[in-house]
């Protein structure tokens, strides 16, 4: 286990749904399992007027997510975790002077002996980065003479290439790149990050991870969920941005990276920038229009129950042409993906909530078996990010008796049979590589340009292009339509239930 310095963590924005949400429960996680410094404490700071006690009340006294957590513990053990939380209210405005809240961290640092060091989470929207990163500085709070200083910013970075690059240059006036983390909560998923493992500490799928063997890479990332309270937020960003341009591309580079020299960070974030750079961009509006789709769900019945179309969610627009459904179709060109096919989706109000990524490799060159039937299936690598995390590899077996009949057989790895490994939730990863110092788990400035160089003309298109058309999909099924139309030749996406091996395999019981 790393040992952890001692810090302070200044959470930014600290009344809202995230900190209560996500970060609180996570460092309950790592109190609980003893992963916390010895000398720290949390300092939320927002515009609420609140005190340490309402703010200890709030985010976990009596936070409804940590009810469950703390039900069996002890009293004075859950009064500990509490103790370690401060609050410290800036005002009306994030754009103010930061000298009181110095002298607070100052205090702190002193009573508690948690030495200079400090992590700054931005948990605000993220139009006030670069102002608090600004306020940092000017108050003398982002200089590393006296223990180092880390800002962790949240998602959307930027809405486009252009302000991405803008608010990284914001950003980098102040703190210098190696000082900032940009989360991405799907790196912190085991699974996610298992993709290296599966990869390069094993000799059995690299030397096949090539266009040789390869014939198309699909991953699929669903949600059962419609836009919930989010439609204001949602209807200005859409499925591209919210899921596609961070975490989709973060596990396609994952996907499509080269091997790196070592695990050190640098090493694995240079591979995946130069992934990302991969990416054919597309630029035409012919080549936009065959290969991306977008739609948005419409009114249905889901087990008896009207649900609404996303036109009529709260803070939607009812002419609103954002999408919650994107499907796009790319190629890599780089030597080992030359005209592979990848292809990714992601929506919202699916059937089922579920990640994976499928890789189907190639049929055999030369079929022997050829009345077997099973030419027309192919031998699939299933990476299953949630839920029901594990991998599944699909491969033909005989069919007792006579001739050779082949059918499909599962082979199947499930991470809930390692029982006694504690899987860490991804906040509870991510925070704790942040306070460690490892930014592995996080992405760096150029690779979330690269990111979106290749997303930005596809919303170009869908604002202005030619033929753009935005389908439509009844809540609850598997898209539109004519989604399968993309996929070449096969015609079809695999469709995933919630659980692994969903599919009726072939099997022998006696
Ligand atoms: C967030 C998106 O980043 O990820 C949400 O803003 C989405 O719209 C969520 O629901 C999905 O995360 P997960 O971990 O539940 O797959």
Known sequence: MNKTENQILVIFGASGD????????????????????????????SRSDM??????????????????????KDESYIKDFANKFFYEDLGGSYDTDYSRLRTRVEDLKNKYNTSGNIIYYLSTP?????????RLADAGMSTQNNGWKRLVVEKPFGYSLDTAIELNKGLQQFFKEH??????????????????????????????????????????NAEEVGVEKRGGYYDKSGALRDMFQNHLLQIVSLVVMEPPISDAPEDIRDEKVKALKSLRIMKDDQTLYDNTIRAQYTKSIID????????????????????TYAAIKFFVDNWRWKDTPFYVRTAKRMPTKVTEVV??????????????GVHDKDNKLIIRIQPDEGILVKFGVKVPGQGFKVERANLDFYYSNLVE????????RLLLDAMQGDATLYSRADEVEAAWEFVDPILKYWEDGKDVRMYG???????????DELIEGIGEWRNPGPNLTDDPGFCVIC
């Open 359 to 372: 890789i189907h490799f190639k049929t055999p060159h030369h079929q022997i078996f050829k009345d077997s």
């Open 18 to 45: 995230l900190t209560a949400r996500k970060l609180v429960p996570a460092l309950f996680n790592l109190y609980v399992a003893e992963q916390l410094p010895d000398n720290f404490v949390v300092l939320g700071a």
């Open 304 to 323: 008896g129950n009207e649900v609404k179309g996303y036109r009529e969610e709260d803070g939607v627009d009812e002419n609103s042409t954002t999408e």
């Open 126 to 134: 993220p139009t006030l980065y670069e102002t608090i990163a600004q």
């Open 179 to 220: 000082q900032i983390y940009r989360i991405d909560h799907y790196l912190g998923k085991e699974t996610v990050q298992n993709l290296l493992v599966t990869r390069f500490a094993n000799s059995i799928f690299e030397p096949l991870w090539n266009r040789n063997y390869i014939h198309h890479v699909e991953i699929t």
């Open 473 to 483: 999909y009844a809540a609850g099924v598997w898209g539109p339509e004519n989604a």
């Open 421 to 428: 490994t504690h899987v860490m939730d991804a906040y509870e």
């Open 51 to 72: 005190t340490d006690t309402q703010f200890r009340n709030r985010v976990v006294l009596e936070s409804s997510y940590l009810k469950e957590k703390i039900k069996d």
